[in-house]
């Protein structure tokens, strides 16, 4: 077992990987709701919480109001909860920001975990009352987690910085290309300057006209600079240079825009990308804590 997963007593996973890895497994309960807690782990935090919104319930059944159902789907990408009849996403949370899951040993209905939410980074514990699968629920939770931190550094968790260095490269490249074209700019804007000089310093009768030579067609050949110079000046100035096609996309002699190995170029990794990798690193080795503890402490608290 990894070090980022750790559990008070070994048992036997409950799915194949296959069924966790490209799919997932769903679970019917009823949502407690949500509140924030003061740390990612703990038996005491998740206590509290589950007391809180247990009072919070039983205040809303006394007005009449019912528990909502929500559908789980637990996989290596996360634990989706969702309308069941509509199947509308209302929570997503990622498995590497889950730090503590647990269920009731007294009361099998009841389970929790504590995820750090992605917008206000703030710990969440949600809580959920199952028909007597609390148990099995936290260990699909558990067993997604160690499935998804394995295929972490078997696909990405080791490219982390073979990423990084791919993103500064591209970024080098971008940057060098810009570079190398603004000083081809600057090369033609000091050679056209050039030619205006040497126009207006020669004296007015030795300036010779001399014609284009031509090919066997009787064409003049293609020429950048000759081109401009045929071009008539206006009170001895030289008309500006044509612009550069820089923004036009870069093709190869086919036609055909290179080819990327990557996919994508260095405008294409979201500006956070290194934030966002150290985030998934750094919640991967925090690992998932799942245990059994007792919820329930007084009578009011035995039923939902």
């Given at each position: 077992?990894?070090?980022?997963?750790?559990?008070?007593?070994?048992?036997?996973?409950?799915?194949?990987?296959?069924?966790?890895?490209?799919?997932?497994?769903?679970?019917?309960?009823?949502?407690?709701?949500?509140?924030?807690?003061?740390q990612p782990?703990?038996?005491?935090?998740?206590?509290?919480?589950?007391?809180?919104?247990?009072?919070?319930?039983?205040?809303?059944?006394?007005?009449?109001?019912?528990?909502?159902?929500?559908?789980?789907?637990?996989?290596?990408?996360?634990?989706?909860?969702?309308?069941?009849?509509?199947?509308?996403?209302?929570?997503n949370c990622?498995?590497?920001?889950?730090?503590?899951?647990?269920?009731?040993?007294?009361?099998?209905?009841?389970?929790?975990?504590?995820?750090?939410?992605?917008?206000?980074?703030?710990?969440?514990?949600?809580?959920?009352?199952?028909?007597?699968?609390?148990?099995?629920?936290?260990?699909?939770?558990?067993?997604?987690?160690?499935?998804?931190?394995?295929?972490?550094?078997?696909?990405?968790?080791?490219?982390?910085?073979?990423?990084?260095?791919?993103?500064?490269?591209?970024?080098?490249?971008?940057?060098?290309?810009?570079?190398?074209?603004?000083?081809?700019?600057?090369?033609?804007?000091?050679?056209?300057?050039?030619?205006?000089?040497?126009?207006?310093?020669?004296?007015?009768?030795?300036?010779?006209?001399?014609?284009?030579?031509?090919?066997?067609?009787?064409?003049?050949?293609?020429?950048?600079?000759?081109?401009?110079?045929?071009?008539?000046?206006?009170?001895?100035?030289?008309?500006?240079?044509?612009?550069?096609?820089?923004?036009?996309?870069?093709?190869?002699?086919?036609?055909?825009?290179p080819f990327?190995?990557?996919?994508?170029?260095?405008?294409?990794?979201?500006?956070?990308?290194?934030?966002?990798?150290?985030?998934?690193?750094?919640?991967?080795?925090?690992?998932?804590?799942?245990?059994?503890?007792?919820?329930?402490?007084?009578?009011?608290?035995?039923?939902?």
């Amino acid at each position: 077992m990894n070090r980022a997963f750790s559990r008070k007593k070994d048992k036997t996973w409950m799915h194949t990987p296959e069924a966790l890895s490209k799919h997932y497994i769903p679970y019917n309960a009823k949502f407690l709701g949500s509140t924030e807690v003061e740390q990612p782990k703990g038996t005491e935090v998740v206590r509290d919480a589950v007391r809180k919104l247990k009072f919070a319930r039983h205040i809303k059944k006394s007005e009449g109001q019912k528990i909502p159902k929500v559908e789980l789907q637990i996989s290596i990408y996360g634990v989706k909860i969702l309308e069941p009849k509509t199947k509308e996403v209302q929570h997503n949370c990622q498995l590497h920001r889950i730090s503590f899951c647990a269920d009731d040993k007294t009361d099998k209905r009841i389970f929790t975990f504590i995820c750090k939410d992605s917008e206000s980074n703030k710990h969440l514990c949600y809580v959920f009352d199952s028909e007597k699968c609390a148990e099995e629920i936290t260990l699909t939770i558990g067993q997604a987690f160690d499935l998804a931190y394995r295929k972490f550094l078997e696909s990405g968790g080791k490219d982390v910085e073979t990423r990084k260095q791919i993103a500064v490269l591209q970024k080098r490249i971008q940057d060098l290309e810009t570079e190398n074209m603004e000083l081809k700019n600057k090369v033609q804007d000091l050679e056209n300057q050039l030619r205006v000089t040497q126009v207006s310093t020669s004296p007015a009768g030795n300036v010779t006209p001399k014609s284009p030579s031509t090919d066997i067609f009787d064409m003049i050949p293609f020429s950048p600079i000759s081109h401009q110079s045929s071009i008539p000046t206006h009170n001895g100035t030289q008309p500006p240079p044509v612009p550069s096609r820089s923004t036009e996309i870069k093709r190869d002699l086919f036609g055909a825009e290179p080819f990327d190995p990557f996919n994508c170029g260095a405008g294409d990794f979201p500006p956070d990308i290194q934030s966002k990798l150290d985030e998934m690193q750094e919640g991967f080795k925090m690992g998932l804590t799942l245990e059994g503890t007792v919820f329930c402490l007084d009578p009011l608290d035995s039923r939902c």
